[in-house]
């Protein structure tokens, strides 16, 4: 049973360059969260996708970044532009919610980004 | 809105120590609660959750008891080791797709 995978694991990139990270869910999980944590702190939402469709964006989440799950499956994470404050690990989790056991999300192991 | 509070940083124990880290919770409705450990350089591991109030979250020795009266979910462990050194973070899940709102982490360090 894998668990969550996400590419890059790191990533270091020159300020007004473009990122872009890809995670893949546990197999027939149908809810994708994406998560930022800086050093220090817990992790902040950004994003979540029910299948393909993206039903909620964190205002953290600023016009630079934009994430999709195109086919329901795996998904991507860009940032445009990157700015020294973007400049965080780059959580990606997932889940399959039923009536018995209820929602419980497993997580990647992060992508990390330096901005320079 | 929701809000999660853990006890303040970071705690540092001898082997075979009792370990408690402090958790309350701010919330509407009936969230669920979980226990998350984070290893250096690592995502986050799932350690125990709870779904509703009385329930009582365990895994490899650590345990959590969802108490709605006193809105907290604190993690206890009778023998630590220095394996459990890590960051634990308590979260709340209290939307109704999930959404995770987590504490800010406490630090965890065992002496040999």
């Known amino acids: 049973d894998t668990g969550v995978s996400q590419d890059p694991r790191h990533k270091i990139t020159k300020r007004g360059q473009n990122v872009t990270f890809r995670c893949d869910p546990i197999s027939e999980h149908n809810r994708l969260y994406w998560y930022r944590q800086t050093l220090g702190q817990g992790p902040e939402f950004l994003t979540y996708?029910?299948?393909?469709?993206?039903?909620?964006k964190s205002r953290l989440l600023s016009d630079r970044f934009s994430a999709e799950r195109p086919k329901g499956s795996f998904s991507t994470l860009e940032i445009q532009r990157t700015e020294q404050g973007d400049s965080a690990m780059y959580l990606c989790?997932?889940?399959?919610?039923?009536?018995?056991?209820?929602?419980?999300?497993?997580f990647g192991e992060g992508s990390w980004l330096t901005v320079v | 809105g929701n809000s999660v509070t853990q006890m303040e940083g970071p705690v540092t124990l001898s082997e075979e120590a009792f370990l408690t880290i402090n958790c309350t919770y701010t919330a509407t409705g009936y969230p669920s609660l979980f226990w998350y450990v984070q290893y250096p350089g690592e995502g986050l591991q799932l350690l125990l959750k709870?779904?509703?109030?009385?329930d009582k979250g365990s895994n490899k020795g650590f345990e959590a008891t969802y108490r709605k009266e006193t809105t907290s979910f604190h993690l206890e462990k009778g023998s630590v080791q220095v394996s459990d050194s890590a960051v634990y973070f308590c979260a709340l899940g209290g939307t109704s797709y999930g959404k995770l709102t987590f504490g800010q982490g406490t630090i965890l360090t065992v002496h040999p």
């Open positions: 996708f029910q299948n393909e469709a993206q039903l909620e």
């Open positions: 709870a779904t509703k109030a009385d």
């Open positions: 989790a997932s889940s399959l919610w039923d009536s018995l056991s209820g929602n419980t999300i497993y």
